[in-house]
């Protein structure tokens, strides 16, 4: 079996996948220089978490919109082509792309969530690239509830800044994942430069804090697969950042959402 044989039956399974070494130098430092534009010059959607004047977590949105570094990785890299085979889609959609970077002694832990019920999208085949510039030992790294994605049941939303739930979504809130970690198959790895996870939107993840030396810089991409529409969102929605010009049920399209990866053009 190929390794991304190996990596869709993983991700089919378990909703998430590693692939080792799946980017080179290249984009690596091209990434790398993204982030350091990005960390001087933040976007109307950049945050920074934690205690006031200690704000070591720092996450953005959107970059590609603004950045040629960024824009090249989404149109160029080998992520849109990686997401469809992982997902088995014959096409791939670029949905957004997001900057999270935790500072060393970074305490601010990125609560247990589901990824699809904080946006307008339906659908299975959408998943996440999470892809570390810097190493990411498995005590900092993502950590995941193993076939989380087959639960069938969307959790509502929280907003990382302060873990407030979101607004009038009807959806119940998840379980407590980190008091009960026994009770659950809890997948992480040690992720190096150039290694990524790709992820089913409806798996729950988490992440720790980043108390150790070293800075933790990923760059995660959102792609949309065969069956993935634009859903009208009921209460508050955090993606898209702005309301497309879509109506409820169509595929994802135009500028904004270039459709970057066919099967048939492989």
């Known amino acids: ?127 996440s690239i999470w892809l570390p510039v810097d190493e990411a030992p498995k005590e900092v790294a993502l950590e995941f509830v193993a076939g989380s994605h087959k639960w069938g049941q969307a959790f509502n939303p929280a907003h990382f800044a302060d873990g407030s739930p979101y607004e009038g979504t009807g959806l119940p809130e998840l379980p407590d994942i980190e008091a009960a970690r026994d009770e659950y198959e809890i997948l992480g790895w040690d992720v190096e430069p150039g290694d990524c996870l790709i992820f089913q939107a409806m798996i729950v993840h988490g992440a720790p804090g980043n108390a150790r030396a070293g800075r933790r810089r990923v760059l995660s991409t959102r792609w949309l697969g065969d069956d993935a529409r634009y859903r009208e969102p009921q209460g508050e929605v955090a993606i898209p950042t702005t309301k497309p010009d879509l109506k409820d049920g169509e595929p994802f399209s135009g500028p904004l959402y270039p459709t970057v990866w066919r099967a048939n053009a492989a």
């Open 1 to 127: 079996m190929s390794s991304i044989e190996q990596a869709r039956a993983d991700y089919e399974k378990n909703g998430v996948c590693i692939l080792r070494g799946a980017f080179d130098p290249f984009w690596l430092a091209l990434i790398e220089e993204a982030v350091d534009e990005a960390l001087e010059n933040p976007g109307p959607h950049a945050e920074r978490y934690g205690p006031k004047g200690a704000e070591l977590f720092f996450g953005d949105l959107d970059m590609w919109t603004r950045s040629p570094g960024f824009k090249k990785f989404v149109l160029s890299s080998p992520a849109a082509e990686l997401a469809g085979q992982i997902m088995g889609a014959s096409a791939v959609t670029f949905l957004y792309d997001q900057l999270l970077v935790k500072e060393p002694g970074s305490q601010e832990r990125t609560p247990w969530h589901q990824d699809q019920p904080y946006w307008a999208v339906s659908g299975r085949q959408v998943c």
